[in-house]
């Protein structure tokens, strides 16, 4: 069984899939982090905004891997945006994680009700990789338009932009940005969990597709939805805190899905995302302190 890297546009190597914590408790975290690096798992995503990165760090810490072969990433939030606060942002992350150097740092929000903001956080994202601190840079949830315009007053073409893409809401428009400027599409949400928990009648768990090719390949849909996004070239980051989960959704390198599957689980998009609009999100509303 072979676990795939991808490499980023800088060089960097980093694994395909990892495991994701957004909305796992504190309490629950630094266990599921253990239980994915014994499992297996070399990539670990957090964020500031979720408010465990201190946990994720502890579960570095107790895993029986060295740091050394572990990809940490994390986000800065809207409320460290500017380029002072986004360098004070980075330093809180890794104080919080336990690290001297962060293998991926992403702005989390386009904020484009002060883009100004977003532009310069970046440009600090740009110094930490310049001095080392960080291994690569990136992008969350920015639009195709976003991306240019950041790109057009920024110097280092974004390495990741972290966006909702499951096989339900797969965004063929960012896709594309995203492939022509050689930035690589990373996914939250990967097995439709935004889309299936905001009511939506649709759910990927009992979707034919997903099920007929679970019985050819003796998997779960989750796994046919994840080994979906690896045959993409997509990094995918499940969360789960459930060791026999986070076990499961690893289990899913000794297959591929043909062309045409593939193409079949693609077209159950349906252009509905289920989660809420990234460029509604305003520091009014939004801008939550992060602690130190």
């Known amino acids: 069984m072979t676990y795939p890297h991808l490499t980023l546009n800088n060089g960097v190597a980093m694994p395909a899939l990892g495991l994701g914590v957004y909305q796992s408790a504190p309490e629950e975290t630094t266990d599921a982090v253990v239980a994915a690096l014994n499992t297996g798992y070399r990539h670990i995503d957090t964020a500031a905004a979720y408010f465990n990165e201190r946990e994720v760090g502890e579960g570095l810490r107790r895993a029986e891997v060295d740091r050394a072969d572990v990809f940490v990433e994390t986000k800065l939030w809207i409320s460290d945006y500017g380029y002072d606060e986004a360098l004070h942002g980075f330093e809180k992350s890794a104080r919080k994680l336990g690290v001297d150097q962060i293998d991926l740092l992403l702005l989390h929000q386009p904020l484009p009700s002060r883009f100004d903001k977003t532009i310069a956080a970046y440009k600090a994202l740009e110094t ?8 690569a840079i990136g992008v969350s949830n920015l639009s195709p338009v976003e991306l240019e315009r950041l790109m057009v007053e920024t110097s280092v073409v974004p390495a990741v932009n972290q966006i909702q893409l499951h096989p339900y809401y797969t965004q063929p428009d960012w896709q594309a940005a995203n492939h022509e400027h050689g930035i690589l599409t990373q996914c939250w949400s990967p097995i ?49 805190v459930k060791p026999e989960r986070i076990a499961e959704n690893f289990d899913v390198f000794d297959f591929a899905l043909t062309p045409e599957e593939i193409a079949s689980i693609d077209a159950l998009d349906t252009g509905v995302s289920g989660s809420i609009d990234p460029d509604s999100i305003t520091l009014e509303e939004r801008g939550m302190p992060i602690p130190e």
């Open 192 to 240: 439709g969990g935004a889309y299936t928990y905001n009511g939506n009648e649709k759910n990927p768990f009992t979707e034919p597709v997903l099920l007929d090719l679970g019985k050819k390949y003796s998997k779960t849909p989750a796994q046919i939805m994840l080994r979906w996004h690896v045959d993409h070239g997509f990094s995918a980051i499940p969360k789960s």
């Open 128 to 135: 930490l990789l310049a001095n080392g601190r960080v291994r």
